[in-house]
């Protein structure tokens, strides 16, 4: 009697399979519990993530191709504009006064981004949704983590320094948050987005600090304006984003007059926004090409800026880059938020509040060139295009007594 043929073994798909599981299990599921539990857990995760899902990728060459994708990259507008707004950033380095800082945390941006696009050609066209579903998972085990660091005080066995890692970690699951809600919605899974959304709201209202609360109400506003009406979402994020960093040298102007007019206060020079204008009067010129890349970040503690000066994006950008860097980084975010709104449109209401959530928190105070929060933002990013290559259905065929058997 003729035995049936055995499926063929290959050793290298299946440690592929196990690698590229191993890989996103770091990414969905030990991200957002480790960075509450590590003020470097970002840092240390994500670079591991992405070297299992490349390892894994090389065995099973399922890779994309380097050169195609590079290509699609730099053809793009928002490509353009982030590939001029980076080598700007390289080229300041030469007139910035902390050239040794600067070009060791300039060189650690590059490979983190260099990373992170390697970490995208290795994903599958396909995703797996075992593996997606890590994600939800993990997010949803964070909130439980961090509603117990709260009410019982933190976790000083594991942690030495709770407050900073605690607020790190949740403004890293506030962030992923967004990707598990799509993913989720994607697969109608309602309820269970549902429960996830309050958990983490639950989490950032417990936390130590409020700008979590504030970056998941801002998102949430932009994900249910997207969610009522698409196109008008996806612009409204666009321009607002893009705008907000482009026009961002007049705010000093008009905080000086809410401040006399509203405030009651006469002197020009009072907080942030008075040391704003005293940096655009006292050095106008310095608008044009900024003071140099990490200058507004250490200059602080040199002396070349007072300690009231703003802790923003808005800020860090115009003095450090000037208006070459600054209208760059609007229209890389002008373009690349619109290109995400073309999106599957289960995915994009998501996007969209992921969008403003993090440039709400870089807006309020987040030093976005911090490794950590860098990272964190590549991890988030590869996460959206796993769950945007996670949305094909498989159909079975409808059994029938009237079709053959052998009919395609």
């Not at 196990?18 to 957002?32: E, I, K, Q, S, Y």
């Not at 894994?56 to 191709?65: P, Q, W």
């Not at 085990?141 to 117990?148: C, D, P, S, T, Y």
Request: glycine fraction near 8%.
């Amino acid at each position: 009697m003729a035995r049936a043929p055995s499926p063929t073994l290959d050793p290298a798909a299946d440690a592929a399979a196990l690698l590229r599981r191993l890989g996103f299990a770091t990414l969905m599921l030990a991200l957002p519990v480790g960075a509450l539990l590590a003020r470097r857990g970002a840092v240390v995760l994500v670079p591991v993530g992405i070297a299992l899902i490349v390892i894994a990728a090389a065995l099973d060459g399922t890779h994309r191709n380097l050169r195609d994708s590079i290509a699609q990259v730099a053809s793009s507008p928002a490509g353009l504009a982030g590939g001029l707004m980076l080598a700007w950033c390289g080229l300041s380095l030469l007139w910035t006064p902390f050239q040794a800082a600067a070009a060791d945390r300039y060189l650690s941006l590059v490979a983190t981004l260099a990373v992170g696009f390697a970490g995208y050609l290795a994903l599958p066209d396909r995703m797996r949704s075992a593996n997606l579903y890590l994600l939800p998972i993990g997010a949803g085990l964070a909130a439980i983590v961090a509603i117990v660091m709260a009410l019982t005080g933190g976790l000083p066995q594991i942690v030495t320094d709770d407050t900073p890692t605690h607020e790190r970690g949740l403004l890293v699951l506030v962030v992923l948050l967004w990707p598990s809600l799509a993913w989720l919605r994607s697969r109608q899974r309602n309820v269970e987005a549902l429960v996830l959304a309050v958990a983490v709201a639950v989490a950032a209202a417990l936390g130590p600090e409020i700008l979590p609360l504030i970056g998941l109400g801002v998102g949430a506003a932009i994900y249910a304006l997207t969610a009522a009406n698409l196109s008008l979402g996806v612009k409204v994020t666009a321009l607002t984003l893009s705008a907000t960093l482009a026009l961002a040298p007049f705010y000093p102007i008009l905080g000086r007059f809410l401040t006399i007019t509203i405030m009651g206060r006469t002197d020009p020079m009072v907080g942030a926004f008075g040391a704003w204008r005293r940096v655009i009067f006292n050095e106008p010129l310095r608008l044009i090409t900024g003071h140099g890349f990490e200058t507004s970040l250490r200059g602080r503690y040199a002396g070349l800026l007072p300690q009231t000066a703003p802790n923003t994006v808005l800020f860090e950008v115009w003095y450090d880059l000037g208006i070459i860097g600054a209208l760059a980084g609007a229209v890389a975010l002008y373009f690349g938020v619109m290109r995400a709104g073309r999106e599957d449109p289960p995915l994009v209401p998501a996007i969209m509040a992921a969008f403003a959530t993090a440039y709400t928190f870089a807006c309020l105070g987040i030093p976005t060139a911090q490794m950590w929060w860098f990272t964190a933002l590549v991890a988030a990013v590869l996460i959206f295009v796993a769950t945007e290559r996670g949305q094909f259905r498989t159909k079975r065929p409808k059994a029938s007594f009237l079709r053959p058997v052998n009919d395609r």
